[in-house]
């Protein structure tokens, strides 16, 4: 039996080491992206490119092994992130060009946004690709400061950008990680007395790779893997800023990627590339680290998506939720150990407004395949998109890398994902819901023309 003394002191001492364990402010975030970086594209995922740092960061944080984009390719994935809803709902069903005179919908609440009615300094540093006018860049999208590329380094014209200025056309593929890296330095620096909320979507490695002459021909795979050490480095001097500002404590750091790798690079073990809603084109790297309040070397095997991250966050910084219903959770449950998986409805997997896919905790059901993937050569007719004859269903957790189809075995688990599409449905925008009725009323038959029985995809 405890005395009353003992209660008091050990209750004192458990409530001392909540506080100190409690940020003395709103917390720092700081959220890296790689464009195209694949499952096993990471030492501690397994590659054999040398990523020191960020394997330092899983060792000092968690890593995650069934976190998921919202999106194959690259804009929806962005939109997603930034506001915890699917693509599809933000007016960001595909990749923007150049040319295109929208974005991503200007009634919807960015993370920034949000952050900066807390009075965060925010700042977008790389890759934008959510609209190219004006009024869709981050500078009118919650973000106090942009620099870096508004589309992808393989579209034209190839400009870096201050804010809403060209500054350098065509930009310079060799020197971007280091000057977004200096970027990213300098504003941590600045804002170190404000809380703050840094966005790095880097270029790299999407093609064209580039990496400075520090980097260039030093590693055994290749360019690619001299881009992929670059970004590492950089990761280490963002978070070596951090410290030296002695802002570290206080800081949340996030880094995956937004879709899986392309022409190059590895997505692991899994089946499929970008473009595709194989585990290979949307199964992503995630690393999050935040000394003292995420238990170090965990690794969590708990589904996640890019959706969770702006409910998180939120709440991790007290803003107000948006106006607009989320799809996304909060995972600081996960992040700090408290549980190993959530409940969750069934995660969409789209591709422009068809939906292809949908997982529900380890199974994944395929309803809808196009015909061709994105890195291969158009069929003649142009690439399509196919209703499966039959769903296939497979249990991620005993056959990750989906070769092996069990939906006859489970005819119930079939029936209950197939249930949970058809209640969603009626809640997304009409083009939604028209692709799916389309859909239902398709059957991939292989021996007719092409298009005969599937809705071409428009660019």
């Given at each position: 039996m405890i005395d009353r003394r003992s209660f008091l002191a050990s209750?004192?001492?458990?409530?001392?080491?909540?506080?100190?364990?409690?940020?003395?402010?709103?917390?720092?975030?700081?959220?890296?992206?790689?464009?195209?970086?694949?499952?096993?594209?990471?030492?501690?995922?397994?590659?054999k490119i040398p990523t020191p740092n960020l394997d330092r960061m899983a060792g000092e944080g968690v890593r995650f092994t069934n976190f998921t984009s919202a999106d194959p390719v690259c804009s929806p994935s962005r939109a997603a992130l930034l506001t915890g809803r699917y693509p599809t709902r933000v007016g960001v069903?595909?990749?923007?060009?150049?040319q295109d005179r929208d974005g991503l919908s200007l009634d919807e609440s960015t993370l920034a946004d949000l952050l900066k009615a807390q009075n965060y300094k925010t700042m977008c540093i790389g890759k934008w690709h959510l609209g190219r006018p004006a009024e869709y860049l981050p500078t009118r999208r919650g973000f106090d400061e942009y620099f870096g590329i508004p589309?992808?380094?393989?579209?034209?014209?190839?400009?870096?950008?201050?804010?809403?200025?060209?500054?350098?056309?065509?930009?310079?593929?060799?020197?971007?990680?280091?000057?977004?890296?200096?970027?990213?330095?300098?504003?941590?620096?600045?804002?170190?007395?404000?809380?703050?909320f840094l966005y790095l979507p880097q270029t790299f490695p999407h093609i064209p790779l580039g990496a400075s002459e520090r980097f260039r021909g030093k590693s055994p795979e290749g360019l690619y893997g001299d881009v992929v050490e670059e970004l590492d480095w950089s990761v280490g001097e963002i978070r070596r800023a951090?410290?030296?500002?002695?802002v570290e404590q206080n800081t949340l750091v996030l880094f995956t990627s937004y879709n899986g790798p392309w022409y190059q690079g590895s997505p692991g073990k899994l089946?499929?590339?970008?473009?595709?809603?194989?585990?290979?084109?949307?199964?992503?790297?995630?690393?999050?680290?935040?000394?003292?309040?995420?238990?170090?070397?965990?690794?969590?095997?708990?589904?996640?998506?890019?959706?969770?991250?702006?409910?998180?966050?939120?709440?991790?910084?007290?803003?107000?939720?948006?106006?607009?219903?989320?799809?996304?959770?909060?995972?600081?449950?996960?992040?700090?150990?408290?549980?190993?998986?959530i409940e969750r409805e069934v995660l969409l997997y789209f591709d422009n407004w068809d939906l292809q896919c949908a997982r529900w905790m380890n199974w994944k059901l395929h309803i809808a395949r196009h015909n061709t993937a994105a890195?291969?050569?158009?069929?003649?007719?142009?690439?399509?998109?196919?209703?499966?004859?039959?769903?296939?269903?497979?249990?991620?957790?005993?056959?990750?890398?989906?070769?092996?189809?069990?939906?006859?075995?489970?005819?119930?688990?079939?029936?209950?994902?197939?249930?949970?599409?058809?209640?969603?449905?009626?809640?997304?925008?009409?083009?939604?819901?028209?692709?799916?009725?389309?859909s239902q009323a398709r059957k991939s038959i292989p021996s007719l023309p092409a298009g005969a029985y599937a809705r071409p995809v428009q660019p």
């Open positions: 209750t004192g001492a458990a409530l001392a080491s909540q506080l100190l364990a409690a940020p003395s402010r709103k917390p720092n975030i700081v959220v890296i992206l790689c464009d195209d970086l694949g499952y096993g594209d990471l030492g501690c995922y397994g590659s069903p595909r990749v923007f060009f150049p589309y992808s380094n393989d579209m034209n014209p190839r400009v870096l950008m201050h804010n809403t200025e060209v500054i350098e056309e065509p930009a310079k593929l060799e020197t971007l990680t280091q000057r977004y890296t200096e970027q990213a330095v300098k504003f941590i620096h600045e804002n170190r007395d404000s809380p703050f951090l410290k030296q500002n002695g089946r499929g590339r970008k473009n595709t809603t194989y585990e290979g084109g949307v199964r992503e790297p995630f690393i999050a680290a935040w000394p003292g309040r995420i238990p170090k070397g965990r690794v969590c095997n708990g589904l996640a998506s890019m959706l969770d991250l702006l409910p998180t966050v939120v709440r991790l910084c007290g803003a107000a939720l948006p106006s607009k219903p989320l799809d996304g959770i909060d995972i600081w449950p996960l992040l700090s150990g408290q549980k190993e998986s890195y291969a050569p158009a069929p003649p007719g142009g690439r399509f998109s196919f209703t499966l004859a039959r769903p296939e269903l497979y249990n991620l957790a005993n056959d990750p890398d989906e070769s092996y189809d069990v939906a006859a075995d489970n005819p119930q688990v079939v029936e209950e994902i197939q249930r949970r599409i058809k209640s969603l449905v009626p809640g997304f925008p009409e083009q939604v819901q028209q692709a799916w009725t389309e």
